[in-house]
């Protein structure tokens, strides 16, 4: 089993920045993936980016040029620096990891960390 556990969310302006960050227990396998989603009250979860173990990225082109993912794979954390926050970034935060190769990949998810843009 995987403990993952996120961190940084809080209330902030609309044009603020806050940085969010998740930290994966050591496991047998490997962490082939990590990322962060959100979901906002009354929608679905939602892809916000995502990171590889070989340091590829992606993102949700509503936060492209806004956001960045990094991560530290010594320390199997992952981090989302948010900038120019928008009152439609308000949502819930949760933190991925998977876990092995394909086909047998495992995903575990954090408890979400709560992300408030409002003036």
């Known amino acids: 089993q995987v403990q993952v556990v996120e961190s940084g969310g809080g209330l902030v302006q609309p044009g603020g920045s806050l940085r969010l960050s998740c930290a994966a227990s050591k496991t047998i396998g490997s962490i082939t993936a990590m990322g962060w989603y959100r979901q906002a009250p009354g929608k679905q979860r939602e892809l916000v980016a995502t990171?590889?173990?070989?340091?590829?990225?992606d993102y949700a082109d509503s936060v492209k040029g806004r956001f960045t993912i990094s991560a530290d794979n010594v320390r199997n954390t992952i981090y989302l620096q948010m900038n120019t926050l928008k009152p439609e970034d308000t949502a819930v935060y949760y933190c991925?990891?998977?876990?092995?190769?394909?086909?047998?990949?495992?995903?575990?998810w954090g408890q979400g960390t709560q992300v408030t843009v409002s003036s």
């Open positions: 991925n990891a998977k876990v092995g190769p394909l086909p047998f990949t495992l995903e575990y």
């Open positions: 990171i590889t173990d070989g340091g590829l990225t």
